[in-house]
């Protein structure tokens, strides 16, 4: 009877477990993808940062949200935030408005959105985007022993005066073209052409050179506010103009037009340029010795590396003191040993031969003031006006002090039939730059740019 009642009660239960009811399952919906934005984004033709926002109804637990897009004009698409895509539009340096469509993808679901920009111009997200009115230069041709004939102009919006100086408040670009094209006739037109910023200083056809261009910008009283070089960037000559599009030592973008051919080139293909232009008898026009005190005077300390090809650093060196009539001295150095931090104290004699601690005598190529030179200049350039001497021998002592400046001591002699001294002590903390990446070496230009002379090669 006990078994009875046991298998009885296990049938029990066995039927009243068969009669216990079920939980239904859960029913798994699919993902949902909204975009909770505007389906069409409307963009300046300036570039803009863009955003897409989203919500997710049922999300898996792999799924992730991606973007599709088939252009170059959007980048920088980030989707770490959940309900939000934030992306960058580019310039739009045409001058006809573009569109796209963005496909976002959620598992197997998509959403479109429509991308327009608007209308541009070349240039458009550049940090200056600038007009230039006049356009003043020479042509070279193989003057300068190149293979491929040479120009060099300076886009600007005032030009120069009648000295050949640049104006107070003016921007300049100096640019140093390589062509395989001569001029036709005796209207010298800029050849037609793309031309790269070569920071090799090949001066090979279709470049740029880095070493004769610059961008600088004049204060409101003469003096040189801004000066910087050229690291990358082009030109192009068509027929509609000139735009020079380039990103300076600083990392500053600049865009530069010039509308039309109607600017002021002139031959200079059959200069000596050894020989001194029209204006410049002599390499000094002194009448007695020179004393000055350069303390407190700015100054740039460019080294160049081994410009010279002959195992040593080279410094150009040129302390100016800013406004109105006043002195300047520049040096172009040959130190004790290679390299942007190493001490180039010492006594340094004037002489030509490159060797370890001397100085280059002054020298004048065709509106170069090459070398080492004493300036009393005229609103920051030499004129008519202006006491030059070229230093063509003595000694520059240069000392390290404890706070990082240095001292200096000068005894030049210029080369006046009866010689004048230029005597100058000072002390500075020097404003360095280091341009040795940048710069070719002596065999393969005639020299570097100063500061004295600014429109001319």
Known sequence: MKKFFIAL?????????????????E??????????????????????????RYTIENPTATGMVSVISDVQWLVDF???????????????????????????????????????????????????LREATCIDG????????????????????KGF?????????????????????EPQGSDITLPYGEYVVDRTNSYAAQTLSVSYSQYYEMGPTGEVEVEQGFVEGK????????????????????????????????????TDPSEPEEGLDSLSNLTGDVTVNADGWSNVAAYYGDYYGVGAGNWLMVFQKYGGQADALQFDLITGEVGYDADFSGTYTCSNSGEQYTFFPGEYY??????????????????????????????????????????????GIDCQEE????????TATLSKKDYSEGFPTRQNAVGKPSIAKRPMR
């Open 419 to 426: 010689p004048n001294t230029i005597s100058a002590s000072w």
């Open 161 to 181: 005066d009648d000295q050949g100086a640049a104006l107070a408040g003016g921007w300049y670009y100096i640019v140093d073209i390589y062509s395989n094209q």
């Open 27 to 52: 029913e798994v919906k699919d993902p949902v993808l909204t975009v909770v934005s505007d389906l069409v984004i409307e963009c300046r033709a300036v570039g803009e940062l863009a955003e897409i």
């Open 366 to 411: 065709y509106g170069y003031y090459l070398g080492s030179w004493y300036f009393w200049l005229d609103g920051g350039v030499v004129t008519e006006e202006s006491a030059y001497a070229a230093l063509i021998d003595g000694t520059l002592t240069i000392s390290k002090n404890e706070d990082g400046s240095y001292s200096f001591e000068l005894e």
């Open 235 to 270: 030109l192009v000559i068509d027929e509609e103009g000139l735009v020079l599009q380039v990103t300076d030592d600083a990392g500053t973008t600049h865009c530069v037009k010039f509308e039309g051919h109607a600017y002021n080139i002139m031959d200079a293909s059959a």
């Open 9 to 25: 009660g296990l049938l029990l239960g066995l039927l009243s477990a068969c009669n216990t009811p079920t939980t239904p399952k």
């Open 138 to 157: 020479f042509y070279y041709g193989l003057v300068f022993g190149g293979t491929v004939p040479n120009y060099y102009f300076t886009f600007s919006n």
């Open 78 to 128: 980030n989707s770490q935030s959940y309900g939000v895509i934030t992306f960058r539009v580019l310039p739009n340096e045409n001058e006809v408005p573009r569109t796209t469509m963005l496909i976002l993808m959620y598992e197997d679901r998509m959403q479109a959105v429509t991308i327009n920009q608007a209308a541009g111009e070349i240039g458009i997200g550049s940090d200056f």
